[in-house]
């Protein structure tokens, strides 16, 4: 009998396109992929370990999972993902549920992980967590056809105090620029439109393999590939963030005006404990010059609040900063207290429910600023990108460029005949909260 796999994805995107590659291995093995968790006899969870609440979430979801082996069909239960290259010993020893684990850096042997999980084997394979990528991989693309998202490497160097990455991804590795555009040119043709560029680090992408910053120019070969029409960055390190990449978004049509660029704080002694890149006026002449280059762009960035010693007087200030810079998006994190990171010993730990009135008020403040953000762009033509139908309101609805997939806005578009998946170019005529709508023009 077929075996019938159903793989669970959790956490970010770097996930999703794990997800993807195991995916394509279990297709090309002769397994069968199925979406209902009731017809699986297999099944694997691709963990996400960052913070306390992604770990709560993927360890709830293995133990919903090995109920199914009760009251459904499921043999073997397989955990993948940082969880398990972070915790693989504890995982084991605590949830006899578990039939076979696979880290981060072996996901591609996922096949053997199976079979012998199906023998009863209790695999465990969980060594170097960087992947090797190689554009020759399969993958079974999970993403709406017209949009996909692209590794550019893995792991990072950068040591933030907070981050737990280094640990469960490893040290920063580059992708090669011709594997990176030919994965690009397979997926361009099978129909996809929109090509966002991820790693933990993107603007340090080529330093490790090409000795040199290398994300403008693999952003150009990328925008050359027939097909593509968006190039999408995201996770710009601010220390990294080149002249000659501002003028690369600047000019190249293709290369949308989006940068994804987490700053995590604004004050100076908040930087330094975090052990973070520059200073609060070197982020405020970066997103000066940003601007003044790329009038038109969206800027999204994400904070932590609730890091130890961070004081009222420093919260204070931060809510100040967001309120002067007047980011497009912005996205608020309570601190986490990670296991064997540096901050995780720091003295001063904030409570939680301070660390949680913090970040309400933080997102209030932006909520403001997005809807004045957002109204800027009434009068505007701006492409949308089709998502879906809605039928009972008669209205299409999609994205911009200014916004990425599952994070942002949607952009509703009225008294047209569109097809999913096309640009359409579009008058922006009302915003609200977050959100925007429009006509097609003729």
């Known amino acids: 009998m077929t075996e019938k796999v159903k793989v669970v994805t959790l956490g970010c995107e770097k996930n999703l396109v794990d997800s993807e590659i195991m995916s394509g291995l279990i297709h090309g093995r002769g397994f069968q992929l199925v979406d209902n968790k009731e017809d699986a006899t297999v099944i694997i969870v691709n963990t996400c370990g960052f913070i306390d609440a992604a770990k709560e979430e993927s360890v709830n979801t293995i133990l919903d999972m090995a109920e199914l ?7 073997a239960l397989i955990v993948s993902g940082c969880l398990t290259q972070r915790y693989k010993k504890q995982l084991m020893e605590e949830m006899p549920e578990i039939d076979g684990i696979v880290g981060t850096g072996d996901f591609d042997k996922i096949n053997h992980i199976v079979d012998e999980a199906l023998r009863g084997k ?14 020759d991989l399969p993958r079974l693309m999970t993403t709406p056809r017209y949009t996909a998202y692209v590794k550019i490497a893995e792991g990072c160097d950068n040591a933030c105090t907070f981050c737990s990455i280094p640990i469960m991804r490893g040290a920063f590795k580059s992708r090669s620029m011709e594997s990176i555009v030919a994965e690009v040119a397979n997926l361009a043709a099978q129909g996809v439109k929109e090509i966002s560029l991820i790693a933990q680090d993107s603007t340090n992408y080529g330093t490790d393999i090409y000795d040199s910053f290398m994300l403008p120019t693999l952003l150009n070969k990328v925008s050359e590939v027939e097909g593509i029409e968006w190039v999408r960055l995201h996770y710009a390190y601010p220390g990294f963030f080149s002249d000659e990449l501002i003028e690369v978004m600047a000019t190249n049509p ?4 989006y940068i994804d660029m987490p700053l995590q704080h604004s004050e100076d002694s908040i930087l330094k404990r975090m052990r973070r890149p520059g200073r609060q006026k070197d982020t405020r002449e970066l997103v000066r010059k940003i601007r003044e280059s790329i009038p038109d762009v969206a800027l999204r960035t994400s904070l932590i609040v609730g890091f130890p010693g961070e004081t009222e007087q420093d919260f204070e200030n931060l809510k100040q900063f967001v309120r002067d810079v007047q980011f497009d998006r912005l996205g608020v994190f309570a601190y986490s207290k990670e296991d064997d990171t540096p901050a995780a010993r720091l003295p001063d730990q904030v409570p939680d429910d301070v660390k949680e009135y913090r970040a309400n008020a933080i997102m209030e403040i932006q909520r403001e600023i997005s809807n004045i953000r957002g109204g800027r762009r009434i009068g505007q033509e701006i492409d949308v990108l089709i998502e879906r139908y809605d039928g009972r309101s008669d209205v299409y609805i999609g ?7 599952e994070i942002d806005g949607e952009v509703f578009v009225s008294n047209a005949k569109l097809n999913i998946g096309e640009l359409a170019k579009v008058r922006v005529t009302h915003s609200y909260e977050f959100d925007l709508s429009g006509e097609v023009i003729a």
């Open 69 to 75: 082996k009760q009251t459904a069909n499921l043999k």
């Open 122 to 135: 209790k695999p465990v394979l969980v060594g170097n967590p960087v992947f090797n990528y190689d554009a």
């Open 254 to 257: 293709k290369v949308c005006k």
């Open 399 to 405: 994205r911009s460029q200014f916004d990425a997939p």
